[in-house]
T-cell receptor, first 111, second 118 residues
Framework: DGGITQSPKYLFRKEGQNVTLSCEQNLNHDAMYWYRQDPGQGLRLIYYSQIVNDFQKGDIAEGYSVSREKKESFPLTVTSAQKNPTAFYLC??????????FGQGTRLTVV | AQKITQTQPGMFVQEKEAVTLDCTYDTSDPSYGLFWYKQPSSGEMIFLIYQGSYDQQNATEGRYSLNFQKARKSANLVISASQLGDSAMYFCAMREPYSTSGTYKYIFGTGTRLKVLA
């Protein structure tokens, strides 16, 4: 079945560590997105990518980095520069002007 | 700047009754898309319904309908015959125009938590 797979589902990070969240899609979608969701809040855009080897900063990119080496993959790295990384992270993809399809999310907790 | 506003943090509805979740939006572009997503406690975002700015008729998908009032810039979601499984967070979203950023981006409201009562 086609879809978006995020892993891991739960992730724990120590202070000062970088961690990478995986996002893989087999929908053949060109555009991919990373969103952050804090409790009781909406989704905020971190990074997005329209095509391979190209990506743009969203509204809250500081402390995050991404790569888009393959069409199917758009990993997000939460760096030590991100001072408040505890949140729920959602990856999405899109083709055409349709709706965005979302993965199951990764819940990141700083310990 | 584009903006989505959901003013109802939480709503209750009795099982089998209809409920309306409010959404207003702000944009100066004539071309845009409006979406509703459902987020159960498990966290995934489930697409429910879409309305294009040029669509003449209100969108419907099963028990979901979108009450689109363009002049008032509102896109309320109506759920008919509520079920216990409808209890979730509901997000209204708008697709920003392509020309703004070279791709389509989506902005989201803060959501409405719906609780269906037995």
């Amino acid at each position: 079945d086609g879809g978006i797979t995020q892993s891991p589902k739960y992730l724990f990070r120590k202070e000062g560590q970088n961690v990478t969240l995986s996002c893989e899609q087999n929908l053949n979608h060109d555009a991919m997105y990373w969103y952050r969701q804090d409790p009781g809040q909406g989704l905020r855009l971190i990074y997005y990518s329209q095509i391979v080897n190209d990506f743009q900063k969203g509204d809250i990119a500081e402390g995050y980095s991404v790569s888009r080496e393959k069409k199917e993959s758009f990993p997000l790295t939460v760096t030590s520069a991100q001072k408040n990384p505890t949140a729920f992270y959602l990856c999405a993809s899109r083709t055409g002007n349709t709706e965005a399809f979302f993965g199951q999310g990764t819940r990141l907790t700083v310990v | 700047a584009q903006k989505i506003t959901q003013t109802q943090p939480g709503m209750f509805v009795q099982e089998k009754e209809a409920v309306t979740l409010d959404c207003t939006y702000d944009t100066s572009d004539p071309s845009y898309g409006l979406f509703w997503y459902k987020q159960p406690s498990s966290g995934e975002m489930i697409f429910l319904i879409y309305q294009g700015s040029y669509d003449q008729q209100n969108a419907t998908e099963g028990r979901y309908s979108l009450n689109f009032q363009k002049a008032r810039k509102s896109a309320n979601l109506v759920i008919s015959a509520s079920q216990l499984g409808d209890s979730a967070m509901y997000f209204c979203a708008m697709r920003e125009p392509y020309s703004t950023s070279g791709t389509y981006k989506y902005i989201f409201g803060t959501g409405t938590r719906l609780k269906v009562l037995a």
